[in-house]
């Protein structure tokens, strides 16, 4: 019975540790999406400048606007597609691996104090316009299933969408 019992308060730490390690993970790694529409247009190109509530930088994006969506831009190593040589040998892999927990980390680490956008999209420019962030950290708790492409490593996910007017554009 006393062995039961050990095999059994061993399980719920394994477990335990399993689900606090996802949630870690999910906590401290992110993406970022932001998608943004002009009511004017549907093929437009620019720059975006993600700002905290003091009006300071936090990110720096590109606007592509034929996929109404902004790349999100690490300061140091872009965002991560342009990494290795493009024919997915073992060592490019690794160093595309690297950054992207470097990229996913610096992500959760300002994502939630995003409240503001600074856009400079070819004829129109708009300074600190106000959106809002949400965040979803849904299945954390199924980052252990033993199927990287079920499930694979648990990520917080920051969304936005940014809508502007003509009439906002200076």
Known sequence: MRRFLYVVIFLLLVIGGMLVHGYWHSYTHSFFQ??????????????????????????????????HYIKILH????D????????YSELAKITRDECFKKYTAWISSWAGNVSSVSLNIEDCIIHKKQIITS??????????????????KPYSYYISQIKVQRKECR
């Open 135 to 152: 965040r979803r950290n849904n299945g954390w708790y199924l980052w252990w299933f033993p199927s990287v492409h079920v499930f694979g």
């Open 34 to 67: 932001a998608y943004i529409y002009l009511d004017d247009r549907d093929n437009f190109d620019g720059q975006a400048l993600f700002l905290n509530a003091k009006g300071e930088e936090l990110a720096k994006g590109t606007v592509i606007g034929k996929y």
């Open 75 to 78: 300061p140091e190593l872009g």
């Open 80 to 87: 991560c597609n342009d990494i290795g040589d493009g024919n």
